[in-house]
């Protein structure tokens, strides 16, 4: 029987080449022309699982992208890990800053990964996270260490709101019931430092569109005379910010939790160098809301990002016309006590309000979803934290994240259980832009710990 560090040892190369076939399929579940290359990947993730050990696993459809769900039971009276993962993809413009194609994986060094990191769309969010799981799985069944039950639920629509998931757990709670959900789809501080995510921002996501002229005019014929759409749409959207970074719109921060100073003190003791962090985004300076610190910034506390803006020519050379038409997709992250639901209504109403009478203007809601806090006095938590200590001998530290996963708050809501955010990659990784990567060392050091979390987890649990 091998330990696990031993099995990595042997069978590494062949893990990062499993990997690499994931990675190499298009799945990008925004544009409905990689629908093939969605149930290709699909096929992929169930071929896995049942080479991993799985005794069950089967693709389940949906209203949209198909869910690959998979089991192994070995007792119904031992307690049940879900493991959720996602295999769609973002996008991979603007294709021309990539140094490698983006679905042409490839090893490469950096100074955060002398070991060499893989660099490929999905590479972290969340194909390598979630096949980390898959490799876990393979080792406790070949060496017989799988201590209870484990599930797989892996979905294909992460990266445009999870409708399909929603309605898959409303329909299947029976068939998903367990005792505690297991996700890898965040991040930690730092190679030397886990950490544990104990906290994620809600999401609010809206498109808006302001309407001027009936067409597109000559600007020397009517420049002056009418509404430009595009002047408009900035002037609404620079105003939603005042000269402290706060956000202007109306009753924002009604239901915003402030976190208590002890708190923050805590948050404060993570190591961070902010010389470090502008120099990995190429910054001379930062930038935020006026009494909070960087780390504060980015994850307890709300914010209005402008994600595209468009209208008018934009193709080579001049064309001076006045456009009929503006554009942009806005999110706002939320903190806990904030709804999608509530944050959508006031920023419609708010932006409706300011907008001057020479424009229409159209608000879209996409998709939203609500914060997550993780207690750090339940089982889940203390089986992760000792699996990290355990496999990287440093004690992890609990930190709030920015990002969102929406799907959290419905699987406590749903499935009424906790879920632990055991997550590997750093926040250099480049997840949602050009070159994203995941460290090899990471992507191997998450295969060791999660074994750790099966063992402690089950024996805390008795």
Known sequence: MENITSYIDTHKDRFIEELFELLRIPSISADPAYKNDMLKTADAIKASLEKAGCDTVEICETPGNPIVYGEKIIDPALPTVLVYGHYDVQP????????SGPFEPVIKKTDIHPEGAIFARGAC????QM??????LEYMTVNDKLPCNIKFMIEGEEEVGSESLDWFVKRNQEKLQNDVILISDTGMISNQQPSITTGLRGLSYVEVEITGPNRDLHSGLYGGAVANPINVLSKMIGSLQDEDNRI???????????????????????????EE?????DL???HGEKGYTTNERNSIRPTLDVNGIWGGYTGEGAKTVIASKAYAKISMRLVPNQTPEEITEKFTKHFLK?????VTVKITPHHGGHGYVTPTDNVGYKAAHKAYAKTFG????????GGSIPIVALFEQELKSKTILMGFGLDSDAIHSPNEHFGVFNYLKGIETIPYFFEYFTEMSK
């Open 92 to 99: 991979a413009d603007p294709i021309e800053l990539w140094t």
């Open 277 to 281: 962090y502008k120099k990995s985004i």
């Open 131 to 136: 096949y980390m799981h898959v490799k876990a």
């Open 394 to 401: 440093v004690t992890p530290i609990p930190q709030k994240s």
């Open 248 to 274: 202007t719109i109306d009753g924002f921060y009604d239901n915003v939790e402030e976190i208590s100073l002890e708190e923050r003190a805590e948050m404060a003791k993570a190591p961070f160098n902010l």
């Open 284 to 286: 001379s300076d930062i």
């Open 125 to 128: 969010d969340d194909k390598g």
């Open 354 to 358: 300011i907008a001057p009478k020479s």
